[in-house]
């Protein structure tokens, strides 16, 4: 061990050795303050940190999140091309032995630690292969192994599933790491799935078990699961002819670093290692004003959440964060796959992950840019155009689901925001093997919690919330939120044939005035407004949030799912910026907390009038599991659109020339 420390120590010195002549190529290697850490940088915290004795020299200090310390907002829209701008990292370490959470802010430039304070009482984003202690502490529990022969199941066939956090329906103590598992046969058959009806909550700080629970019911069989495996995959169908996308004269945009810069747009992108994919200095070109116009400093997806809806303890308490415990599972680089994650027109471009470890990830090909056929971008009798959409695109994989994130940014002012849905359905095991009833599993008047898609093999229903945070600068900072609803007019002598409908803008001055729903009877809709910037023809410069189809979240407000996420209880929010207030359901959701984030927030009730505003998003799908869509799902998506409303004083794509044509070979 003392040989392995005075190691680390050493490449910790040569490492701090590189700090001026990296803090001389930094103005150099940067073309903007908002550029993500690359592999070096995040190689320099770890460092400093071993350095500062602030981290073991051993496996036991975890990295949950190493990040860019994005600068301030004013220092950012303030910086020039050229100049000189701060450059700091920060760090979320957990130091599994002592069960401790802190953070470290480290300045990029000189290699110096900035900050280092603990953060009590809290669970880091992440989950940790040290976790997988639970099957250690579980395995001689007594009530376990009797629940286990009481069903005449050998104990030391089994282990403990890898089970889900316990957060606010924990017994331990606040600020103690806990799970509830359930056990699975060590046979690689059969250990994906899970004996149903026993339960263990394990306190894995004081590393005991806190209770086990034995319903004696649930299937409890060995049970194989047919899932998706892409190696067995037989090809058995006519492949379609090809149809390839070129781009013969070049693309129609440009990239110069982390910004993307076409004809109608630029903007910069980063992958975060929390958020995923990141969207900021978001400018559309006026082509009738000749001028650059600001529409949005930074979006992203701001927390991910899944829920299941069957009663068995353990799917019930699957409430998977995946954003705010996860961290989108991006402690694995995940590759596109050329010309199917996107078309073979695209640029693939690099991303910089990190591990447990602290070790730098680096994929080549995980984010794509390219261009897309849109439709038609107008038409009337025999006069069309061609669309031509800007695109850019990321996937994670988070365990049994693959979510692919892409920003679609349309020629005329349109940004379309798409969430996409693929991969396999969760499952449980029960004891029918149709869906026909009387079977003896649970059901609520007769019908079940899911859809079976093999013999004892339940795909549960669930419900699928995307919370994204948008930004909005509007022609600038100083903005106002309102919302937009049509109705009918009353039958009068000023309407006698009764069809007239008007549409009412409401101006919210708070922020609890902004807690709204969505309503497709009202074409709801709702805008980020500048009153100093109009067109010439009285409008107000603003961008509507255009919402999806609006699902309310099924479990009631006494469910653990509302103590953690009281923000997916309504679908849209507004608040003052903050630079401190990211993640709707808190920053550790991890933790055995309540009502923590923008529900918290908001209390305060600050203005949201003619100032910096922040519009938050709350997209969802119900998936109630079809047996087409096993082994694997066909991709679903989820959108938002984000629309200029007076942003402009008429179609700013009226002049598109007609596309040339393309001779045939």
């Known amino acids: 061990m003392k040989k392995r420390a005075t190691i680390f120590f050493l490449l910790a010195f040569t490492l701090l050795g590189y700090a001026n002549s990296f803090a001389q190529q930094t103005a150099m290697q940067y073309r903007h303050p908002l550029d993500p850490l690359d592999s070096m940088e995040i190689k320099l915290i770890k460092q400093v940190l071993l350095q500062e004795n602030k981290i073991r020299a051993d496996s036991s200090s975890l990295f949950s999140i190493i990040n860019l310390k994005e600068p301030p907002k004013a220092e950012v829209l303030a910086y020039k091309p050229g100049e000189t701008f701060r450059r700091e990292g920060y760090a979320m370490v957990y130091d599994f032995p002592s069960n401790t959470l802190a953070k470290a802010v480290v300045d990029l430039k000189t290699g110096k630690l900035l900050s280092f304070y603990k953060i009590p009482g809290k669970q880091p984003v992440g989950s940790f292969k040290g976790d997988t202690i639970v099957s250690e502490i579980v395995k001689n529990n ?56 026993i339960y263990a909550y394990i306190d894995i700080t004081d590393k005991k078990v806190l209770k086990v629970i034995d319903t004696g019911k649930g299937y409890d069989k060995p049970t194989a699961v047919s899932y998706f ?44 290692n929390r958020e995923g994919l990141v969207i900021s200095d978001v400018q559309y070109y006026d082509h009738a004003q000749k001028k650059w116009r600001y529409i949005m400093y930074r979006g992203g997806l701001a927390e991910m959440i899944v829920n299941y809806g069957s009663p068995d303890l353990l799917n019930a308490a699957n409430n998977y964060f995946d ?22 027109n695209a640029t693939y471009l690099p991303s910089t992950l990190h591990n447990e470890w602290g070790s730098p990830l680096k994929s080549d090909s995980s984010v794509a ?15 069309s155009r061609k669309a031509t959409n800007l695109a850019i695109k990321y996937y994670i994989t988070a365990g049994n689901y693959d979510y692919g994130f892409k920003w679609i940014f349309k020629e005329d002012g349109v940004i379309v925001v798409e969430t996409e849905l693929n991969g396999y359905p969760h499952v449980r095991a029960v004891n029918r093997t149709q869906d026909i009833p009387a079977t003896g599993d ?39 939120v309102g919302e937009m609803n049509t109705s009918a007019v009353p039958r009068s002598t000023e309407n006698p044939l009764g069809s007239t409908l008007v549409a009412r803008t409401t101006m919210f001055t708070k922020e609890k005035e902004a807690q709204r729903d969505a309503n497709i009877a009202s074409n709801r809709s709702w805008m980020v407004m500048n009153h100093h910037v109009m067109n010439k023809y009285g409008h107000h410069s603003s961008y509507m949030l255009m919402p999806t189809a609006g699902i309310t979240p099924l479990p009631d407000r006494n469910s ?13 929010w507004a608040t003052p910026y903050n630079p401190d207030e990211m993640y709707p359901a808190g920053d550790y959701p991890t933790t055995k907390q309540k009502g923590q984030g923008l529900p918290e927030w908001s209390k305060q009730n600050r203005s949201i009038d003619n100032t910096d505003v922040v519009v938050w998003y709350v997209g969802g799908v119900t998936h109630i599991v079809r047996p087409e869509e096993w082994p694997i799902m066909n991709q679903h998506s989820v959108a938002v659109h984000l629309m200029p409303m007076g942003f402009m004083s008429s179609n700013p794509v009226l002049g598109m020339p007609a596309s040339k044509p393309v001779s045939k070979k």
């Open 142 to 197: 007594k009530e376990w192994n009797d629940a286990l022969r009481k069903r005449g199941i050998n104990p030391d066939s089994v282990k403990s599933h890898r089970g889900t956090f316990a957060a606010d329906i924990g017994l331990a103590p606040v600020g103690h790491r806990e799970r509830i598992v359930s056990p699975a046969y060590k046979n690689k058959d059969f250990y994906e799935m899970p004996i149903a009806g």
């Open 560 to 572: 653990s799912l509302f103590n953690r996420a009281e923000v997916l209880y309504h679908h849209f």
């Open 323 to 344: 954003v705010g415990v996860y961290r989108l599972f991006q402690n694995v680089a995940r590759p596109l796959t050329y010309g199917a994650d996107a078309p073979e």
């Open 442 to 480: 649970e059901t609520h008047d007769g019908n079940y919690y899911g859809t079976i898609v093999e013999p004892h093999v339940e795909a549960n229903n669930h419900q699928h919330w995307f919370v994204y945070r948008f930004d909005l600068d509007v022609d600038g900072q100083q903005n106002s």
């Open 369 to 383: 840019v390219f261009e897309e056929y849109g439709g038609v971008l107008w038409r009337h009798e025999n006069h």
């Open 229 to 272: 495996d892409g190696k067995k995959i037989v090809p058995d169908l006519q492949a379609p002819k090809p149809i390839v996308i070129t781009q013969p004269e070049g693309t129609n945009y440009r990239i110069e670093g982390n910004q993307i810069i076409s004809p109608f747009w630029k903007f910069r992108f980063g992958i975060h």
